[in-house]
């Protein structure tokens, strides 16, 4: 589909902003360093967006640099993946996750605490799944106590993307055993410097270390930081994770489209034009990249006329997951022997210019934002209209 002239406008502009901006030579400088280092270059370029107008398109209009369609974005994220930017890591929990759950549901005073800091590089991670709840997350067990002005908190969660950085939390936590198990779910903001926080940051295959356990132990968190009424967290957790389902991965897939360049240009450099396999399996690639992107166009449409696109996340989340590996394997295959066998690797995205550190990765997006099968529930039951589970399921 060609630009609109108000579009092509916009591209005009952000990539002429991009030309000046983006950070040029990020993966050898993210090769290099120290976990540390990774987060100060993820952080700097994050300011970067912030002061250019770029950070926050999907913010509303009064913050700066938001107020932009979802067709601007949709090009901004284009952009990006031409100009060959890194993927914010550090802060996507803060800047999609956290300011949808305070803007969709946050009172006044929350929305004026928090808001701000996030534009200031904030970073915000995600206190969700605990080791016996995750597809299941309504089973969460991680405790509440009212005492006073103040929940004190007790158990533990798991997943925690970037909880080693993080300044604050998003906390689903039960505040009671009565009835429903969603109905006893309280959501709180934690800030992670209270006493009694203690962030393992766990082991990936690849060496890096992108989530962490977090242990609670009497964590005081005060009252005026609950979302919502107490027992009703469950509600505000369908904010958070709807926008997990929606613009993070319309990110990702436009993202990738740009990225299958990468792959056409190695195919050129190593000679292998005319080899009939490695061309086949592009073009599968290619193909299905593409059709991951036609669902995500249909998305943003239907979400522009403020029409419900059941399933249509879902299977853009699990296509994504797909044409990541398949992605991500084809680098490694095109680089041969010495890409498969270098040591040690480090953290893995969607283009890290580490095949292998990608291709290991990649199968976390299987998982993360809720499993592939259990996205195929969803597109077999909400809208290809085929029987439920059945109740009591156990796997
Ligand atoms: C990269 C990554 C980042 C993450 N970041 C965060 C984060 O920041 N914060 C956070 O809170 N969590 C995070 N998570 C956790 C994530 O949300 C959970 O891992 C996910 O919901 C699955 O839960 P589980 O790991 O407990 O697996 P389980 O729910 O135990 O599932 C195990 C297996 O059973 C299958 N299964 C379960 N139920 C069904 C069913 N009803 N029908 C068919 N199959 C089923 C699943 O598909 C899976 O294959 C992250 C996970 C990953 C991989």
Known sequence: MSDTPKLAAFRTEVRGWLEVNAPHGWRERYKAGSHEQFAREQKKWFLKLVEGGYAVPHW???????????????????ELARADCPRLLLTFVATYHAAATLMECGNDAQKARYLPGILKGDVWCQGFSEPGAGSDLAALKCKGDLRGDRYVINGQKVWSTMAQYADKCLLLVRTSSEGAKQAGITFLLMDMKSNGIEVRPINQIQG?????????????????????????????????????????????????????????DLIRETGREDDRGILRDFGQLVARCDSACAIADRFIDNRMKGV??????????????????????????????????????????????????????SYAW??????????????????LEMPREPKGWVL
């Open 60 to 78: 509303p209009k009064e913050w700066p640099g938001g107020g932009r369609s979802l067709a601007e974005q949709k090009v901004f994220y284009e």
């Open 208 to 264: 890096d270390q992108e989530y962490c356990e977090v242990f609670l132990d009497d964590v005081e968190i005060p009252v005026e930081d609950r979302v919502g009424e107490e027992g009703k967290g469950w509600a505000v957790a369908q904010a958070t994770l709807s926008s997990e389902r929606g613009l993070t991965l319309m990110e990702l897939t436009y993202r990738m489209r740009g990225a299958l360049r990468r792959i056409a």
């Open 308 to 361: 419900e696109s059941i399933g249509d996340a879902q299977i853009v989340k699990n296509t994504y997951s797909r044409v990541l590996r398949e992605y991500s394997l084809l680098g490694t295959r095109l680089g041969g022997m010495h890409e498969q066998y270098r040591w040690p690797i480090t953290f893995g995205d969607l283009n890290t210019g580490n095949w292998m550190a990608d291709f290991m990765n």
């Open 366 to 383: 299987t998982i993360a934002g809720g499993s592939e099968e259990v996205q195929r529930n969803i597109i077999a039951e909400r809208m």
